[in-house]
């Protein structure tokens, strides 16, 4: 039997390499992460055995979970692609929830995501300024279920902070158990 | 770095051990697998390096996709649990959909999954008779979306042909592009 990889794997780095340098390291809930000097993102292989690295967190682009179809074309209409030339700064931030979250059905939890908290409505204000790309872990075993990177221009900096405080104050943000906040600038 | 191992998955290895016997594998749609005299069942760690295995499924135990809490309350009130004594048969259903399929939003799966196929309203009329349990492996780069798990008595292998039948008419069914259909029965 061959090793059979999974080659749909993201992994965030947090080590003494990579193009993002670590500008602050907050835990807004739960156990903290070690603060690295520097963040390298790689994708495909498995890249755990990195050396300098003090963690690295995995996880995969998936199918969308709550979105309907209207709020689909909304949001592709407004959204930005990643990798903006003039987008120096970025946000890596790892989040957990509940085991109650979890077993909660679908009909609950998107009622919980958008009915309650406007999770979709909210973020889409900050779409032409902030992009976003979200990544799921849950499934892989991971200590986070999701792993959202934003990269913004540090003149955004401050919008940035209004859309995550405007988040956490939601229902939903009820069920997370664990969430670090870590920003970044792009350095060459 | 320490190799973190993902302690949620399941190993469902096609070779000469394990208590299900095969007796039979049917390559439904698409690509085929080799067909092992045994199947073993292996929860935890990582097992596809096993001796004499032809080939070893991963999945994992995930949240629910699409049924709302109504729906829940009345499968669950239906079900029995896998490992019933006289469940002497069993099946292996791994599933692949198609791109199309999961470049759909929630709202469009759930149509098709539910109102137009009736995934749910047909599966619940043979749940007194089959237990069943849902895999994922999408995300974590396997070759299969999903591997569903049936134990049945021999005596009722005709109703789970008769659910099989009704699911592969259906709709959503039209976006399955490969499935395999592995049948076993218990030994010790």
Same mark, same amino acid.
């Given at each position: 039997?061959?090793?059979?990889?999974?080659?749909?794997?993201?992994?965030?780095?947090?080590?003494?390499?990579?193009?993002?340098?670590?500008?602050?390291?907050?835990?807004?809930?739960?156990?903290?992460?070690?603060?690295?000097?520097?963040?390298?993102?790689?994708?495909?292989?498995?890249?755990?055995?990195?050396?300098?690295?003090?963690?690295?967190?995995?996880?995969v682009v998936s199918n969308?979970r709550?979105?309907?179809?209207? /709020?689909?074309? $909304? *949001?592709? @209409?407004?959204? !930005?692609?990643?990798?903006?030339? +003039?987008?120096?700064?970025?946000?890596? %931030?790892?989040?957990?929830?509940?085991? /109650?979250?979890? $077993? *909660?059905? @679908?009909?609950? !939890?998107?009622?919980?995501?958008? +009915?309650?908290?406007?999770?979709?409505? %909210?973020?889409?204000?900050?779409?032409?300024?902030?992009?976003?790309?979200?990544h799921h872990? !849950?499934?892989?075993?991971?200590?986070?279920?999701?792993?959202?990177?934003?990269?913004?221009?540090?003149?955004?900096?401050?919008?940035?902070?209004?859309?995550?405080?405007?988040?956490?104050?939601?229902?939903?943000?009820?069920?997370?158990?664990?969430?670090?906040?870590?920003?970044?600038?792009?350095?060459?």
């Amino acid at each position: 039997m061959q090793n059979q990889k999974n080659t749909k794997l993201i992994s965030f780095i947090g080590g003494d390499t990579g193009c993002w340098e670590t500008l602050s390291l907050t835990a807004v809930a739960g156990e903290t992460l070690a603060k690295s000097a520097r963040l390298n993102i790689v994708k495909g292989e498995d890249h755990e055995s990195s050396i300098g690295s003090l963690w690295t967190l995995k996880a995969v682009v998936s199918n969308l979970r709550y979105t309907n179809r209207s /709020e689909k074309n $909304a *949001l592709d @209409q407004n959204s !930005r692609a990643l990798g903006q030339p +003039e987008y120096d700064y970025a946000a890596l %931030i790892p989040i957990k929830k509940s085991d /109650e979250w979890w $077993a *909660l059905t @679908q009909d609950e !939890r998107r009622k919980i995501f958008e +009915e309650d908290s406007q999770h979709i409505r %909210i973020s889409s204000k900050y779409l032409s300024m902030i992009s976003r790309q979200l990544h799921h872990c !849950r499934d892989l075993g991971e200590p986070f279920d999701f792993l959202t990177w934003f990269e913004f221009s540090s003149g955004h900096a401050h919008a940035f902070d209004e859309l995550l405080n405007a988040l956490r104050k939601t229902e939903e943000w009820k069920f997370v158990t664990r969430e670090i906040d870590i920003r970044f600038k792009k350095v060459m």
